[in-house]
């Protein structure tokens, strides 16, 4: 009895946790030598599951992303998006609302208001993750896009990106803080052994793939139709702790009392 109590003990706490679930973390530097279309695209987080609306119903809750800008080139007013490639298409998170300068953003999506929620499959997760930056037109400042006097104004930038998704009725906990305004002394260092078939790309980092721009799934194939940039953003209040094991003490500690009196009995017992 002892045994299945604390099973249900572990299961309880599993599924608070399973309320959140970090799908990508990354830091890097923005560039135009590092993406392509102004797109880093990446296979989503080791542990991230392979389906979004079961046994945790991700789809009726909120994706959050948390941008840290460490540096920018220039004061231009810039955008962030997350787009999510799935099957058979993709679908959009809101944009962030416009920065300026180095600092922490943070913004809230509705899945059921992503661009093209519909068009995607959500019980087969998400293939690849692609960060965007935009300029407040919905354009996207790289290279090739805009030229690279244009470009400057946007690029080079260091960044850290964490996407979280968050269920249905769950509060949001905000992820570690990084070391303070400290980039990697790799972020963004493109790996000279990795080459990327098409465009002699190079690959800035295990696991990160660059989008190859004539793939029909590529997320980056109409992109440029996500409304217009002044779509409402919803900012995530101040941090706050989230759920999990420690957001019910009173419960889990009853649990824990109920235990050790079983053990006791047990023993007096025997």
């Not at 990106?161 to 980039?183: F, K, R």
Request: aromatic letters at 8%.
């Amino acid at each position: 009895m002892l045994r299945s109590f604390a099973a249900v003990v572990l299961l309880w706490c599993s599924s608070s946790l399973a309320a959140q679930v970090v799908v990508t973390e990354l830091t890097y530097t923005h560039s135009g030598t590092t993406t392509r279309d102004s797109h880093m695209t990446l296979s989503p987080l080791p542990g991230t599951p392979s389906n979004w609306v079961s046994p945790v119903d991700y789809t009726q809750g909120t994706a959050v992303v948390r941008l840290e800008v460490f540096s920018k080139p220039t004061n231009a007013a810039t955008r962030f998006q997350i787009c999510f490639e799935g099957t058979p298409s993709y679908a959009c998170t809101d944009q962030a609302p416009a920065y300026t300068t180095p600092g922490v953003y943070t913004w809230t999506s509705r899945f059921t208001n992503f661009y093209q929620f519909n068009q995607v499959n959500w019980s087969q997760g998400a293939r690849r993750i692609s960060l965007i930056l935009k300029n407040t037109t919905n354009g996207k400042p790289s290279p090739e896009n805009v030229g690279a006097t244009e470009s400057a104004r946007y690029m080079p930038t260091d960044l850290r990106v964490t996407v979280t998704l968050v269920s249905a009725g769950a509060t949001y906990q905000p992820p570690p803080a990084p070391d303070a305004g400290v980039v990697p002394v790799d972020a963004g260092v493109v790996d000279a052994g990795t080459p990327v078939a098409d465009a002699g790309v190079m690959v800035p980092d295990a696991g990160v793939m660059l989008v190859d721009a004539g793939t029909a799934s590529d997320v980056d194939a109409g992109v440029t139709e996500v409304p217009d940039a002044g779509v409402p953003t919803t900012q995530v209040p101040g941090e706050v702790a989230g759920t999990g094991c420690t957001s019910a003490p009173v419960g889990f500690a009853w649990i824990l009392a109920l235990l050790v009196g079983l053990r006791r009995r047990a023993r007096f017992v025997s």
